[in-house]
């Protein structure tokens, strides 16, 4: 596609229920990155993947997250048993190299919101 | 670790004003240095790049000199819109790493 895309925009789980987030980078970015942001900070590395493979999850805050990239395109971020303090926006990035010296696409984000 | 710190927002100027945001940078090896801008409600784009000490990035009338001596890549634009107002990250991502590194962000308000 034309620019990185993300679905759900918006996304109001209530603690303790599973969420999926998707990511659809840019057709040909070999690197994929996902990041989470708080309010008033910059993004927060997750996790990120090189064609299919998982090259680093050293940013996953605990075993409840975990991402896949089983084709190297499209991506899913899934959050288990969710709590309130996994509330921020979680954005996804794509690039061209792994190095990122072409520099990364960003989506409009995930606004994850637990109640 | 590898770090960066951009001065403290919101900057609020009047249009046509001269902008500089400040950025310096801790890196454990040899980074990149990136200037990133988030409008309201988009994903970040990249802005401007340079890749080697003394390197000048350029963009929409946006620069930044990359100065090893002073761990430094500050951002200017001689004469800012309104439609400049948005948020500024500036990044690094150190060689053979692969993981950019992100400051929080400035925010910049330009009024008419």
């Known amino acids: 596609g034309a620019g990185v895309s993300q679905s759900p925009r918006y996304k109001v789980t209530k603690r303790g229920q599973d969420v999926a987030l998707r990511c659809d980078p840019i057709s040909g970015h070999v690197s994929l990155y996902w990041y989470r942001q708080a309010l008033g900070q910059g993004p927060e590395f997750l996790t990120y993947f090189n064609y299919e493979a998982q090259q680093d999850k050293s940013g996953l805050p605990n075993d409840r997250f975990s991402a896949e990239r089983p084709e190297g395109s499209i991506s899913t971020l899934t959050i288990q048993r969710t709590e309130q303090r996994d509330s921020a926006m979680y954005r996804c990035?794509?690039?061209?190299?792994?190095?990122?010296?072409?520099?990364?696409?960003f989506g409009s984000g995930t606004r994850l919101t637990v109640v | 670790g590898d770090s960066v710190t951009q001065m403290e927002g919101p900057v609020t100027l009047s249009e046509e004003a001269f902008l500089t945001i400040n950025c310096t940078y801790t890196?454990?090896?040899?980074?990149?240095l990136f200037w990133y801008v988030q409008y309201p409600g988009e994903g970040l784009q990249l802005l401007l790049k340079?890749?080697?000490?003394?390197d000048k990035g350029s963009n929409k009338g946006f620069e930044a000199t990359y100065r090893k001596e002073t761990t430094s890549f500050h951002l200017e634009k001689g004469s800012v819109q309104v439609s400049d107002s948005a948020v500024y990250f500036c990044?690094?991502?150190?060689?053979?790493?692969?993981?950019?590194?992100f400051g929080r962000g400035t925010s910049l308000i330009v009024h008419p």
């Open positions: 990035a794509s690039s061209l190299s792994q190095g990122g010296d072409y520099g990364y696409t």
């Open positions: 990044a690094l991502c150190v060689r053979g790493s692969y993981i950019p590194t």
């Open positions: 890196a454990t090896g040899y980074p990149s």
């Open positions: 340079a890749t080697k000490a003394d």
